[in-house]
């Protein structure tokens, strides 16, 4: 890579840069040049001192650095995605007994800005919201050649739906190598069924993979309810873990076929669980209490700062009703994937939840992402998955 574009910060603004946060706000720059989104820059200080390199965006949110001084040359990417997979290694998240899906690149935490890459059992599923991550699309599969070998099966690029909402690019999905669309993955001993062309986000939330452990650890003999279930990772951990009873809600008929295809395809008894296409609040309001465990996985209820009240009315709402439905001795699993309700604000909420629902509610554990979705501790933004494990007295 060259033919970089310079810019200079204004005097006092390279502190956060020389502190290792990857984000520059346009008012932090002394003149920028015309560019367009996804040119490769080069930031100094006002002094002139190399600070890092970056892809430069349109809007406040001017540039997002992946490199911290050194230029992006020779191997430099090669060593980024080998960086990512001894992360990945060290943890134990590869090779792991009973698994074969994990996340190999998580944006910030894995110094690349913009850029999602998880890895689906040979398949793995790219997706940008940067123009200049984008650009790198076909560099980044010679990278995931190298690391995986022939472990590698096929690199799909599923970038054209983020990229029109975050950047305003217009771009098509395909594939950048094979051409494996769906695959069938394990995990903890639970196979799900991926359509990485069809599915939400790259094709399954592998977020939550240490949470479905944890809800499985719980699970024998209770009577469970999932909520928002998605393609069903909670019910089939927890019925593969000896659940009772688990019954399934999403108000998409889809996301319910995904979960009856994954619940027949570890071959469950049909009479131990049960999926219903409704909306998760109205279900919670009219349910019977007596549940033993309550699953709470909302999609993002507020993506902007303007929606945030909605949203903590929306959780306040649907965590009273959990709690007042778990039986004495129950226990809740509640989760917020919003940016913009903070884990102060959400804890506050479920607090005012249990206030109005008239119950003892005891914080068991906090709850967060996995070790493929590694945090930056000079980049906190990068923690956006809050959860609470609740005992319901």
Same mark, same amino acid.
């Given at each position: 890579m060259s033919n970089y574009h310079q810019l200079s910060l204004r005097q006092g603004k390279e502190q956060p840069i020389k502190r290792f946060h990857p984000w520059i706000f346009s008012g932090a720059i002394q /003149? @920028?040049? /015309?560019l367009n989104a996804g040119d490769l820059v080069e930031v100094m200080s006002w002094q002139g001192e190399v600070l890092g390199y970056g892809f430069y965006e349109t809007g406040s949110l001017a540039v997002k650095l992946f490199s911290f001084g050194e230029e992006p040359i020779g191997d430099f990417w090669l060593r980024k995605f080998q960086a990512? *997979?001894? *992360?990945?290694?060290?943890? #134990?998240?590869t090779p792991e007994p009973g698994s074969n899906a994990y996340r190999l690149i998580f944006s910030e935490g894995d110094g690349m800005p913009g850029l999602i890459i998880?890895?689906?059992?040979g398949t793995a599923v790219l997706q940008a919201? +940067? @123009? #200049?991550?984008? +650009?790198?699309r076909r560099h980044f599969t010679e990278c995931l050649q190298q690391i995986y070998g022939e472990t590698l099966k096929s690199v799909y690029d599923k970038s054209a739906e983020t990229l029109r909402k975050q950047a305003g690019y217009e771009t098509t999905d395909g594939f950048l190598f094979g051409d494996s669309a769906t695959t069938v993955i394990s995990e903890h001993g639970c196979a799900f069924r991926v359509d990485v062309i069809a599915g939400q986000k790259t094709g399954f939330f592998l977020d939550q993979r240490d949470n479905r452990k944890l809800v499985a650890q719980h699970a024998a003999g209770r009577k469970i309810l999932n909520t928002y279930c998605y393609s069903g990772g909670f019910s089939v951990a927890a019925l593969k873990a000896g659940a009772l009873l688990v019954h399934s809600i999403d108000s998409s008929k889809k996301a319910i076929q995904l979960t009856e295809d994954n619940l027949r395809l570890n071959s469950f008894d049909p009479q131990t669980?049960?999926? *219903?296409?409704?909306?998760?609040?109205?279900?919670?309001?009219? @349910? +019977?209490? #007596?549940?033993?465990?309550i699953i709470l996985d909302p999609p993002a209820f507020a993506k902007h700062v303007s929606q945030r009240h909605k949203a903590l009315t929306a959780y306040r709402h649907i965590n009273r009703e959990a709690i007042r439905n778990l039986a004495p001795g129950g226990l809740l699993f509640t989760f917020s994937c919003s940016q913009v309700v903070d884990t102060e604000q959400f804890t506050a909420i479920v607090m005012a939840a249990a206030i109005e629902a008239g119950r003892q509610v005891k914080i068991i554990r906090h709850l967060g992402h996995p070790a493929d979705h590694p945090v930056s501790i000079f980049h906190p933004e990068g923690s956006y998955l809050k959860g609470l494990m609740l005992y319901i007295e």
């Open positions: /003149k @920028i040049p /015309k990512a *997979l001894r *992360l990945r290694e060290t943890t #134990g998240l998880d890895f689906y059992d919201n +940067s @123009i #200049g991550m984008y +650009s790198m669980h049960q999926c *219903l296409a409704v909306d998760a609040m109205q279900y919670l309001d009219q @349910i +019977s209490p #007596g549940w033993d465990l």
